[in-house]
């Protein structure tokens, strides 16, 4: 049986790949903010149609429902290579997956806006109302503004997914940090090393980000203690 | 077969799928197969390292705390490739990628099902502990008749949504080319050049198995809901 000291680790390589390292994650960040911009904007229009009673509330149902279920792999090949054959489009693969990225996290930011709005006392609605706003001043000024605080930790957290996922992104040569990595570990053959370094950073990420969630959801419900 | 001319040129051709359809259900299979064996695995594994993180002894309950953050923080794709080229390499040992698949969602999932056991331990009133305690059964016969039992009707419905987690995660497998419904929507698009038609049906296959799932475990979380 071989033994773990017959491997000799040479960490080396990775200092030596500090500007494909930087480069890539300047990618994966770019990726991830576009896509959760995108998807905050998108999750609550999803969320408002969803809401509406009636048929169009249960095409909001199935948009939560379906594009919930795929997972990002799924999506990406979908769309990058099945719906732009389909439609004959010429997609950049950076395109495709902030697309990608966008449709799966609307969804889940759809589910977490809809339970934030409904948390809110149907009495603000009403008062709003009998003061004699409008329905969507009384959405825009009374309702949103308070359902925000409550969604905004979760939010944030949403953000930490899109981070982890993005990597995916590298398998239809989008140049993000798995992408540069990969090319990095063909280089070198150094796989544990790199991987290892990736892992570091994907955490050192997500943690920061969580952290800041935390510290959101602390500072929003300051005035409740 | 139907054939639609789109303005774009390109001609739909479903008999590819339909012709196909025992492969794609048989490559669906081992989406599935993979989903259960990494989740049957991160329960085991998230179910021991709760008991030492709820254990109330530092020495555990630290190091239980940061494998949680570590298995939770690292994408999926990332531990595939470390687990299959990384550690591989480092043991010398050579997982199949299978194997190597199995370990990853393990390993990822672990990280949630750890959180969901220690919810559900911490749910369990002190009392019940003591009560058997002091009616003389030990620590493993409290876990095992007293504890458990009423920890699993409160984590079923959140390690139902785990190991739907995990069946997404699972359609990553064809990177390390393990033969499953993406593998062969892979292999059909550059052998055939059908990327619309095979992708769709690999799309089309995973939202049912996820609303299928899902719906099992919300028919399971009601029963455990009426017995309680």
């Known amino acids: 049986m071989r033994l773990l000291l017959t491997y000799t680790f040479d960490w080396s390589v990775i200092g030596k790949s500090i500007q494909f390292f930087e480069r890539g994650i300047t990618v994966t960040l770019r990726i991830t903010v576009f896509s959760l911009v995108f998807s905050l904007v998108l999750g609550l229009i999803v969320a408002l149609v969803r809401m509406t009673p009636g048929p169009v509330g249960l095409i909001g149902f199935a948009y939560v429902q379906v594009f919930r279920a795929l997972s990002l792999y799924v999506y990406i090949l979908f769309i990058y290579f099945g719906v732009a054959a389909l439609f004959g489009l010429n997609l950049d693969p950076l395109t495709a997956g902030i697309v990608s990225l966008t449709l799966l996290n609307s969804a889940y930011m759809a589910e977490i806006y809809r339970a934030a709005i409904q948390a809110i006392d149907p009495g603000q609605h009403e008062a709003a109302r009998s003061l004699g706003l409008g329905h969507i001043s009384t959405f825009a000024n009374v309702v949103f503004p308070q359902a925000w605080r409550i969604a905004l930790p979760s939010l944030v957290n949403q953000f930490t997914d899109i981070i982890k996922d993005s990597s995916v992104v590298a398998l239809i040569g989008v140049g993000d940090l798995m992408y540069e990595s990969i090319e990095r570990v063909s280089f070198y053959q150094r796989p544990f090393e790199f991987y290892t370094a990736d892992a570091a950073i994907y955490l050192t990420m997500v943690v920061i980000v969580a952290q800041l969630a935390s510290r959101l959801e602390h500072h929003l419900r300051r005035h409740l203690r | ?228």
């Open chain 2, 1 to 228: 077969m139907a054939m639609i001319f789109l303005d774009a040129q390109y001609t739909l051709d479903w008999s590819v799928v339909t012709d196909r359809w025992r492969q794609f259900a048989e490559g669906a299979w081992v989406d599935v197969w993979v989903a259960v064996l990494g989740f049957g695995f991160a329960c085991l594994l998230g179910l021991a390292n709760a008991i030492l993180r709820t254990s109330g002894v530092n020495l555990f309950s630290i190091p239980s705390f940061l494998y949680v953050q570590l298995m939770r923080g690292v994408p999926l794709y990332v531990m595939i490739l470390w687990i299959y080229f990384g550690v591989a390499n480092v043991l010398g040992i050579n997982f199949t990628s299978f194997q190597a698949m199995v370990i990853a969602l393990a390993l990822t999932g672990s990280g949630y099902t750890t959180e969901i056991f220690r919810a559900g331990l911490n749910a369990i009133d002190k009392g019940q502990m003591e009560a058997a305690r002091s009616i003389g059964l030990n620590r493993l016969l409290t876990y095992r008749h007293v504890i458990l039992p009423q920890a699993f009707r409160i984590v079923v419905p959140p390690l139902g949504n785990t190991f739907i987690g995990l069946l997404k995660g699972a359609t990553l497998m064809s990177v390390i080319a393990v033969p499953d419904m993406v593998f062969l929507a892979n292999e059909l698009n550059v052998t055939l050049f059908t990327p619309f038609e095979v992708f769709t049906a690999v799309a089309v296959i995973l939202v049912v198995l996820v609303l299928f799932f899902s719906a099992l475990v919300y028919l399971l979380e009601r029963r455990l809901q009426i017995a309680t």
